[in-house]
C-alpha cells in the first residue's frame, strides 16, 4: 500500500495548491496599501499636550526607569516661573527615546503619570544612521495645535495619519481598572483629536458599533 | 446641701471680697497663720490627704497622694497653679480668681509650705485679663502685708510667687503643655512619664494643681481634712464648683456638695429648662466628656465614680444644657471644631483626625452628607481614640485628640437617626 | 528572663529575644529583625513620639496598650505585639492622616522611589485614602537658604529638621510655627536656614519636604549608582556614599559611621562634588606657552617634565599630597626620594603641625572617646570652621555632660556648649598656657575641670599667624593629667595619610624617623636609593627655589600661594623654579607651571586615606574621570619610567600592598579588609616608630611673641576662596564678607566704626572693612584667612593697622 499512496503524495499537494487559488487573497500591497492596525498596537511614541499647548511630560523618568531595555533617557529641570513648559515644578527637559533599543512594550505609557507619552500606530522608522534612530524630544512632542512631528516627510513609506491613531488601550487600565468607572473617559486627550470614542466593553459599545471612527 | 466653702466669702461681700480688708476680716490667712505658727509641713500634707481632696481640674486624682509623688531628695521644687480655664462652657475658676484671690494666695502659701516650695507659678489663661488683675493685686498685698515673701509671718518661710499670662492656647492647660508655655518654649504636651511630679518645670520635681483645688486648701488646714472627708459621699467628699450654662433657667457657678442627681442639679439648682421645653441631652462635665441623656442619666448621681461608670466624667464641672430644639449635629460640630482649633498640632492623629472630622460633620450640616460618612466619621473617630471607649484609649500623646471624639460617639449613640436624617434629607442650616 | 545583666528578654510578637537593658523597643525591634515603621525618631536624636506610626501595643497589668515603641524603654519580661489588628488598624489611620494633607506629587519630587512616606504607605498604609474635602496649599518650594528649599505641602512635620538642627547642630534656624492644623516648617523672618549642616536635614527629611536645590531635578534615585568613600573635604573622613547618574557624581549622602560622622555631613562634605564637574577643569595635559598653557599630549608633556628634572640632579623638590590617596602620597614619596633622589619634601605648607607630632603623638585620641570623656580641652581652629564633623561630635560629647574648656582668640561654634571659654591675644598663648597649667586666678576653674577622670586634648594651630609650637606645648600640658589623651588637629583632607606615607623631611613610609638605619636599609633594598640626610621642609623649599637653589618643583595637589602663609614667597619661588603641578585646576599656584598635568579626583580614583585619629578606610570609584586625567600614581609612575626608573605602580592594589609591607604601621592590612564587616568602618592603624618631639614644655620663653601691635588672628572659615571651594557655584556665593573684625574698644582707640575701612600691613597690604567682634580677644584683629580679599595678607604675628579715611571726611 505504501507504494501507492506514495504515488497519491504529489497530488495531494497540488490539490492544495488548486483549492488555494480560488481563495480571497490576504496579501497586501504594501507600501501602497496598508491595513488597519487594531486599535492598541504599540506603534511609535509621541509626547503629548494638554489643549492649553503645556507639555503633558514633568520630567518624572519613570519611563525610563521602568523600561526594560533601558532606551529612555530624560532629564528634568525646574519650569521657568514666567513661562512655564508643563504644569508644576518640573518638566522634562530632556527626553530622547533609542527606537533601536525599544521593544514596544508599553510598560512608559502605564508608568507614566501624566499620560504624556503614549503610543500611536505608525511603525515605519527605518533610518540609514543609528544616531537617526534616537529620537529626540524635538521629534516626539506633539506641535503645540497638537500635530504630531516626524523626522521624515509623509511618502509611500511614512504614512502621518498612522501618528494620529492611538490611544485606545489606555482605557483598558486606566484609571485603576474598576468596573465603575467604565465608560468614564479619565484622562485628558491630546489637544487635536478630543476624547477618544469608546472602546469595546465600554459603555455599551457593541461589536457592531465598533471600529476605527 | 447649704455647705459653702468656697464661695461663702465673695456671696456675702459681693463687692469686696476680693481685697485684702475683707477677706482679713472674714477669718482670711488664719490657716496660714496656724500652719506656719503650729504645724509642721509634714502635718499640713497629712490634712490634705486625709480630706480626700480630688483634683478639681479634670481628673479627679487625689491631692495628698500626687502630693506625695515628689521625690524626697531633688530640690528645688516648683508649685504650678493651674488658672488656664479655657474648655467651653467652663467658668468657675474665673470666680474664684476674679472674686476670691486671696483665698487662692493662702493656699498656695499653704500647700508650698507643705511642699517645700519656695518658688510658686501662677499660669492664667491669656483672655482672662480682670482675673489676672485681681490676682495680681492680691499677690501684691500679701506680699505687702508678709503673707508672701521673704520670711513670711516671721516663721523663716520664703515663697516667691510669680503669675505668667497665657497667649490663648486651651492645650496649654494641659498640666506639661503648660509648664512648657511657661519655660518658653511651644506649649505642646510632653511624653509621659517623666511625669511632672519626679521632671517638670525646668526638670524639676513640680506639683500642677487646679485654682479650684488649690482654694480648697486653706479651709481644709483651718477646718482640719477630716471636716472635710465628711462632706458629702466617701469618694467625692467635699464641695464643687459647677459651671452650669445652656438651656436652664439659671446659668451660672454653684458650689454643691456631691451625691444629688443630675435631675436635681439641672431640675433644681438650675432652675429647670426655659419655655417648658424637654431636656435633650447634656455635657456633664466640659466639652471633652460624653454627653448624658435624660433616658439613661437623670437618676444618676453626681459623683465621679458615678458619673465615670456611667461612661463619662465630671471634668472641669462644666454642665452644659441642650433642649430638644437643640441641633446636635451642630452642637457636635461646634465642640470638634473648638478642639480641632486648639490641636496643637503635634500628633498626626490628633492634628489631620480633628480637621477631619470637623469637615464631615460641616459638610453633613451643610446637606452634603453621603451615607458612608457615618461609619467615615466612627471610623476617624476610632483613629484617634482606638475602640471608641471610655475612659478613651489614645494614639495620641494626651487626650485632647480623643475629646473631640466625644461628642462624635456621643451624637452616634444616642442621636443617630438625627445624623442620618441630615445626610438623606439634606441641609437644615446654612 | 535574660542572663546577662546588659540584657533583658522581651517578647516580640510571640518570639523571645534578648536585647540591651535601657536600649528604646523601637531600636531593640529593629535590631532583632522586626521592623517598625517610624517618620519622626531618628537613631542619632532624641524620641519625641509625634508622627504616632511606631504605635504597638505592649501588655500592662490595665490591659493591652498602644504605645509608641520610640518613647518606650524594653523592660524584661515585656511582651509587645507589632502587628496585632489593633497595631494594623492604628498604622493604617496614622497613614491615612498622614496623606490627607500631603500633595502625593511624588513623580516631581526628588525624593520619590526613596521616599520613606512612599515605601511605607505601601507596606503599612490602608491602600486608599477617604479624604474629599480640599488639601492644604502653600506656595510650592521656598528657597530657605541657598542650599535648601522647602516645599511645606508635602511636610508631614515629624519635627527632624527642626530637632537636628537644635540637637545636633546647635544653629535652631528652622522651627514650628502655628498650631494644629496650620503647623508648618518654616524659618524665622528675615533669617535664612544658614547651617553649616543644613543638607543633614534634607538627608533625613522622610519626605520631599526639604530638598537640595543643587541636586534638585537632577537624578531620580532609581537612575543613582552609588559607591562608599569617605569624605576628604577634611581629616574626619566622615562617611559618604558617592551617587552618579550618567557617570557625573550629582549627590554626595552621609553613612552612618558609628566611630567618624555617624551619618552626618558637613554642607561642605555633601555639595562638594560639583568642583568634579567645573567646566575650567583641567582635562588634558598642558604645557606653558608664554603667558597661558597650549594642550599637549601625555607623551610630550611628560618627556618635558622628565628631561628637565633629569638635568637639575638632585635640586628638585616636592610640595603636596596632603589632598591625594595613600597610595598616591607614597608613590609621590618614592618617586621623589627613590627616583629624583630628593631628600625635600613636604605635604604641608607650614600651616599645620610638626610631621612628627601629627603623626604620632602619644597617648593618641580616638574621636570616640570623646563620648565617655569626663573633659575636653579644645585649644586649636574653631572646629565649626575647620573641622565640622568633629564640632559635632565635640558637641555630642559636651551636651551629654563631658567639660569642654574652649581656648581661643575669639568666640567659637563650640561656645554655647562649653563649661569654660577662655580668650587670649594670639602671641599670649604660652603665658596663658603656664597660667592654665598652674590654675591661677580665673583659670582655676577650668583647670579644675581638667584635673579630674578621662580627658581628651583637641589640639592644633587656633590661626595661621600662631606657631605649631603652640600645640606641642599644649599637648605636653595635657600630657601631665592622669588620663589624657591628645588627638592633633590638622585639617587638610588626607594630610595624616601623606605624613603616614612619608611626605615630610623627617619621616619615612609607616610613621618612621628619617634617621632609622633598620628601616631605610629596607626602603632603599625596595626602592633602589634613599637620599641621606634630613630634607628641607615647606618654607625653606620655597625659599630655596626663590632663590635658585632648588631647580624644579613638583606640586601635587597643592596650592602654595594660597595655601602657605607667606604667599609673596610662594610666588617668587614657583616664578623662579621648573615647576610640574599635578593638579585638578590651573590654580594661582599652577598658573606658574611649566606642566600641568592633568590628575583624577574624588570619585574617579580608588584608594585608602588616613583621618585624624589614624583610621584607614578605602574610597570607592563610581565615575571615569574626564577627559585624559589619570590618577596621580599613574603619571608619577609614567614620569619615572621617563627618567629611567621603574615604580611597578601599575594598580592600586599593588601600590597599597607594597606600602603595607614597607610601611610599619600599615603591616598586615590587605586591600580587601576595607570592603567588608568591621573593615568598613575603616582600622585605625597603631603608632609606633616615632617618638615624638614634645620640643616645647609651656615655659619656653621663646614661644613668647608679645608685640605692642595689634596681634593677628588669621583663621580659616568653611567656604574659603580655596581651590575646591571656588569650583563649587553652590558654596562658592557662601564665603563669608572679607573683613577685619576688631574689638569695639580697639575700635574706639582707632576711631573707627563698623563698615569704615582700614588698611593691614602683614606680610603684603590688604584693605578690609571693620567688623566689630566684642568676642574677640582686645588688642587682636582676626582676618578670615584664604578669601580672594585677604589672600595677600599672610601669616605674621601682628599687623599695622591704617585707618583709611575718605577724601573730604
Same mark, same amino acid.
Given at each position: ?213 | ?6 464661695? +461663702? ?85 474665673? %470666680? ?23 518658688? +510658686? ?94 482654694? /480648697? ?65 447634656? %455635657? *456633664? ?14 437618676? /444618676? ?84 481614640? *482606638? ?7 489614645? /494614639?495620641?500623646?494626651? *487626650?485632647?485628640?480623643?475629646? +473631640? ?26 | ?62 490591659? !493591652? ?22 497595631? !494594623? !488598624? ?312 563631658? !567639660? ?406
Amino acid at each position: 500500500m505504501s507504494w501507492f499512496a506514495g504515488l497519491l503524495g504529489p497530488w495531494r499537494g497540488f490539490a492544495v495548491t488548486l483549492r488555494q487559488m480560488f481563495r480571497p487573497k490576504v496579501t497586501t500591497q504594501y507600501p501602497e496599501e496598508k491595513r488597519v492596525k487594531p486599535q492598541r498596537f504599540h506603534g511609535r511614541h509621541v509626547l503629548n499636550r494638554y489643549p492649553d499647548g503645556m507639555e503633558k511630560c514633568i520630567g518624572c523618568e519613570l519611563c525610563a526607569g521602568v523600561c526594560p531595555a533601558r532606551c529612555i533617557y530624560v532629564r528634568g529641570a525646574d519650569n521657568p516661573p514666567e513661562d512655564p513648559v508643563s504644569p508644576g515644578e518640573r518638566f522634562g527637559y530632556v527626553y530622547e527615546i533609542n527606537m533601536l533599543r525599544c521593544i514596544f512594550c508599553a510598560l512608559c505609557v502605564e508608568a507614566c503619570p501624566t499620560e504624556a507619552i503614549t503610543m500611536t500606530h505608525l511603525f515605519e522608522m527605518s533610518v540609514t544612521s543609528r544616531e537617526d534612530a534616537i529620537y529626540t524630544k524635538d521629534e516626539l512632542l506633539v506641535e503645540p495645535d497638537g500635530t504630531p512631528r516626524h523626522p521624515q516627510p509623509e511618502g509611500p513609506l511614512v504614512d502621518l495619519d498612522e501618528l494620529r491613531r492611538g490611544h485606545g488601550w489606555l482605557r483598558a487600565t486606566a484609571p485603576s481598572g474598576r468596573a465603575a468607572y467604565e465608560g468614564i473617559v479619565a484622562w485628558t486627550p491630546s489637544a487635536t483629536y478630543g476624547e477618544p470614542p469608546p472602546e469595546r466593553g465600554q459603555a455599551g459599545v457593541t461589536d457592531e458599533t465598533d471600529g476605527e471612527s | 446641701m447649704t455647705e459653702r466653702i468656697l464661695t +461663702a466669702r465673695m456671696e456675702a461681700h459681693p463687692a469686696d471680697s476680693h481685697t485684702l480688708a475683707r477677706y482679713e476680716a472674714t477669718g482670711g490667712y488664719t490657716a496660714l497663720r496656724k500652719a506656719l505658727g503650729e504645724m509642721s509641713p509634714a502635718d499640713v500634707a497629712a490634712e490634705v490627704k486625709a480630706s480626700n481632696l480630688r483634683g478639681r481640674g479634670g481628673a479627679g486624682f487625689p491631692t495628698g497622694v500626687k502630693w506625695g509623688f515628689l521625690p524626697e531628695d531633688l530640690r528645688p521644687r516648683y508649685l504650678v497653679v493651674n488658672a488656664d480655664e479655657s474648655e467651653p462652657g467652663t467658668f468657675k475658676d474665673r %470666680i474664684l480668681l476674679e472674686r476670691d484671690p486671696h483665698q487662692l494666695v493662702e493656699g498656695i502659701a499653704l500647700a508650698s509650705y507643705a511642699l517645700d516650695v519656695h518658688h +510658686a507659678f501662677v499660669y492664667v489663661r491669656g483672655e482672662y485679663p480682670k482675673p489676672a488683675r485681681r490676682l495680681q493685686r492680691a499677690v501684691d498685698e500679701a506680699y505687702e502685708a508678709g503673707y508672701l515673701g521673704t520670711n513670711i509671718l516671721g516663721s523663716g518661710f520664703d515663697l516667691e510667687v510669680t503669675i505668667h499670662l497665657g497667649a490663648g492656647a486651651y492645650i496649654c492647660g494641659e498640666e506639661t503643655a503648660l509648664l512648657n508655655s511657661l519655660e518658653g518654649r511651644r506649649g505642646e504636651p510632653r511624653i509621659k512619664p517623666p511625669f511632672p511630679a519626679v521632671a517638670g518645670l525646668y526638670a524639676k520635681p513640680t506639683i500642677v494643681n487646679n485654682v479650684e483645688t488649690i482654694s /480648697t486648701v486653706p479651709w481644709i488646714v483651718a477646718h482640719g481634712g477630716r471636716a472635710y472627708a465628711a462632706i458629702g459621699p466617701e469618694r467625692s467628699c467635699g464641695t464643687r464648683l459647677f459651671s452650669l450654662s445652656g438651656h436652664v433657667n439659671r446659668p451660672g457657678d454653684y458650689e454643691i456638695v456631691m451625691g444629688m442627681t443630675w435631675r436635681d442639679l439641672i431640675f433644681d439648682v438650675g432652675g429647670g429648662i426655659p419655655d417648658g421645653k424637654a431636656l435633650k441631652a447634656w %455635657i *456633664p462635665g466640659g466639652a471633652s466628656a460624653p454627653w448624658f441623656v435624660p433616658d439613661e442619666h437623670l437618676d /444618676t448621681f453626681v459623683t465621679i465614680d458615678d458619673c465615670a461608670a456611667a461612661g463619662s466624667m465630671l471634668g472641669s464641672g462644666a454642665v452644659v444644657v441642650m433642649d430638644e430644639t437643640t441641633d446636635v449635629v451642630a452642637a457636635a460640630h461646634r465642640i470638634v471644631k473648638f478642639f480641632a482649633h486648639e490641636s496643637c498640632g503635634q500628633c498626626t492623629p490628633c492634628r489631620e483626625g480633628t480637621t477631619w472630622m470637623e469637615r464631615i460633620l460641616w459638610r453633613i450640616l451643610h446637606g452634603e452628607g453621603r451615607p458612608a460618612d457615618l461609619d467615615l466619621l466612627l471610623d476617624v473617630a476610632d483613629n484617634i481614640s *482606638p475602640g471608641l471607649r471610655w475612659p478613651p484609649a489614645m /494614639t495620641t500623646i494626651c *487626650p485632647l485628640g480623643p475629646s +473631640a471624639v466625644s461628642p462624635i460617639t456621643s451624637i452616634m449613640r444616642y442621636f443617630r437617626d438625627e445624623v442620618e436624617a441630615k445626610i438623606t434629607r439634606g441641609a437644615t442650616v446654612g | 528572663m535574660a542572663d546577662a545583666p546588659d540584657q533583658v528578654s522581651i517578647t516580640l510578637d510571640g518570639r523571645v529575644v534578648e536585647v540591651p537593658r535601657g536600649a528604646l523597643l523601637i531600636a531593640a525591634a529593629i535590631e532583632a529583625g522586626t521592623y517598625i515603621p517610624h517618620f519622626c525618631w531618628h537613631p542619632r536624636m532624641k524620641p519625641v513620639g509625634m508622627c504616632r506610626m511606631c504605635l504597638v501595643e505592649i501588655d500592662t497589668p490595665r490591659g !493591652k496598650m498602644l504605645t509608641t515603641s520610640c518613647t518606650t524603654p524594653v523592660a524584661d519580661g515585656m511582651v509587645v505585639e507589632t502587628s496585632s489588628p489593633v497595631v !494594623k !488598624k492604628a498604622q493604617e489611620g496614622v497613614i491615612e492622616f498622614l496623606l490627607i494633607n500631603h500633595p502625593l506629587d511624588c513623580p516631581v519630587c526628588d525624593k520619590g522611589g526613596e521616599c520613606p512616606l512612599q515605601d511605607q504607605t505601601l507596606a503599612y498604609g490602608p491602600g486608599d485614602g477617604r479624604f474629599v474635602e480640599e488639601k492644604r496649599h502653600y506656595p510650592k518650594p521656598i528657597p530657605i537658604s541657598d542650599l535648601v528649599a522647602l516645599d511645606r505641602e508635602r511636610c508631614i512635620l515629624c519635627a527632624r529638621c527642626t530637632r537636628f538642627s537644635e540637637e545636633i547642630s546647635g544653629d535652631p534656624l528652622i522651627e514650628f510655627v502655628d498650631r494644629g492644623n496650620h503647623v508648618e516648617v518654616n524659618t524665622f523672618p528675615n533669617h535664612p536656614f544658614t547651617s553649616y549642616f543644613s543638607g543633614n536635614t534634607v538627608q533625613i527629611c522622610p519626605v520631599g519636604a526639604l530638598t537640595a536645590r543643587p541636586y534638585r531635578f537632577r537624578a531620580r534615585p532609581w537612575d543613582l549608582e552609588a559607591v562608599e568613600a569617605v569624605s576628604t573635604v577634611d581629616s574626619v573622613h566622615s562617611k559618604v556614599s558617592l551617587e552618579a547618574s550618567m557617570n557625573e557624581i550629582v549627590r554626595i549622602s552621609g553613612v552612618d559611621c558609628d566611630p567618624t560622622n555617624q551619618g552626618w555631613l558637613s554642607d561642605k562634605d555633601r555639595f562638594v562634588y560639583e568642583h568634579l564637574l567645573a567646566d575650567d577643569r583641567v582635562v588634558v595635559p598642558l604645557i606653558a606657552n608664554g603667558d597661558g598653557f597650549r594642550e599637549a599630549s601625555w607623551g610630550e608633556a611628560v618627556g618635558l617634565a622628565a628631561s628637565r628634572l633629569a638635568d637639575l640632579g638632585g635640586a628638585v623638590a616636592g610640595l603636596g599630597g596632603a589632598r591625594s590617596t595613600n597610595e598616591d602620597a607614597y608613590v609621590f614619596s618614592r618617586f621623589l626620594r627613590g627616583v629624583v633622589g630628593t631628600p625635600h619634601l613636604d605635604a604641608q605648607l607650614d600651616d599645620g603641625l610638626a610631621p612628627e607630632f601629627a603623626a604620632a603623638v602619644e597617648p593618641r585620641a580616638l574621636i570616640d572617646d570623646l563620648d565617655d570623656a569626663d573633659a575636653i580641652l579644645l585649644w586649636g581652629p574653631d572646629l565649626k570652621e575647620e573641622l565640622p564633623v568633629l564640632y559635632l561630635r565635640v558637641r555630642k560629647a559636651a551636651t551629654a555632660g563631658a !567639660k569642654l574648656v574652649v581656648v581661643h582668640p575669639r568666640r567659637t561654634g563650640l561656645d554655647d556648649v562649653a563649661a569654660h571659654t577662655i580668650r587670649y591675644r594670639p602671641g599670649e598663648g604660652p603665658a596663658l598656657l603656664r597660667r592654665l597649667a598652674a590654675g591661677e586666678g580665673d583659670l582655676a576653674e577650668a583647670r579644675d575641670a581638667l584635673g579630674a577622670g578621662k580627658v581628651v586634648a583637641l589640639v592644633g594651630r587656633p590661626g595661621l599667624a600662631e606657631p605649631a609650637e603652640l600645640a606641642e606645648a599644649v599637648a605636653a600640658f595635657a600630657l601631665t593629667l592622669d588620663d589624657a589623651r591628645i588627638l592633633p588637629l590638622v585639617r587638610r583632607g588626607n594630610v595624616f595619610g601623606a605624613l603616614d606615607m612619608g611626605l615630610a623631611p623627617t619621616l619615612l613610609p609607616g610613621r618612621v624617623s628619617v634617621d632609622d638605619a633598620e628601616r631605610r636599609r629596607a626602603l632603599a633594598a625596595r626602592w633602589g636609593s634613599l637620599p641621606d640626610g634630613v630634607g628641607m621642609g615647606a618654607t625653606d623649599i620655597l625659599e630655596a627655589a626663590a632663590s635658585g637653589r632648588i631647580g624644579a618643583l613638583v606640586l601635587l595637589g597643592v596650592d602654595p600661594v594660597r595655601d602657605h602663609p607667606r604667599p609673596d614667597l610662594a610666588r617668587r619661588a614657583l616664578e623662579r623654579a621648573f615647576v610640574v603641578a599635578l593638579d585638578l585646576f590651573v590654580t594661582d599656584s599652577t598658573r606658574h607651571a611649566d606642566v600641568v598635568l592633568p590628575v583624577a579626583g574624588l570619585g574617579e580614583i580608588q584608594g585608602t586615606v588616613t583621618n585624624l585619629e589614624g583610621r584607614v578606610q578605602k574610597l570607592n570609584r563610581v565615575v571615569p574621570p574626564p577627559g585624559q586625567a589619570r590618577p596621580a600614581w599613574s603619571i608619577l609612575d609614567d614620569l619615572a619610567a621617563a627618567l629611567g626608573s621603574e615604580l611597578e605602580a601599575d594598580a592600586v592594589e599593588k601600590i597599597f600592598e607594597e606600602l603595607a609591607t614597607l610601611a610599619p604601621a600599615y603591616e598586615g592590612l590587605t586591600w580587601d579588609r576595607f570592603d567588608w564587616a568591621e573593615g568598613r568602618d575603616g582600622v585605625v592603624v597603631p603608632l609606633e616608630g616615632v617618638t615624638p618631639p614634645l620640643r616645647h614644655v609651656p615655659s619656653d620663653p621663646g614661644l613668647a611673641v608679645v608685640s605692642e601691635r595689634p596681634a593677628l588672628h588669621l583663621a580659616r572659615v568653611l567656604y574659603d576662596d580655596g581651590v575646591l571651594v571656588r569650583h563649587c557655584p553652590s558654596l562658592a556665593s557662601l564665603a563669608p564678607e572679607a573683613a577685619a573684625h576688631l574689638h569695639p574698644r580697639d575700635a574706639s582707640v582707632l576711631a573707627v566704626r563698623e563698615g569704615d575701612r582700614v588698611r593691614l600691613e602683614g606680610v603684603g597690604v590688604v584693605e578690609l572693612p571693620v567688623v566689630l567682634d566684642p568676642t574677640l580677644a582686645e588688642g587682636t584683629v582676626y582676618v578670615p584667612f584664604n578669601l580672594a580679599e585677604t589672600a595677600a595678607l599672610g601669616a605674621v604675628p601682628s599687623v599695622r593697622i591704617d585707618v583709611v579715611r575718605e577724601a573730604g571726611s
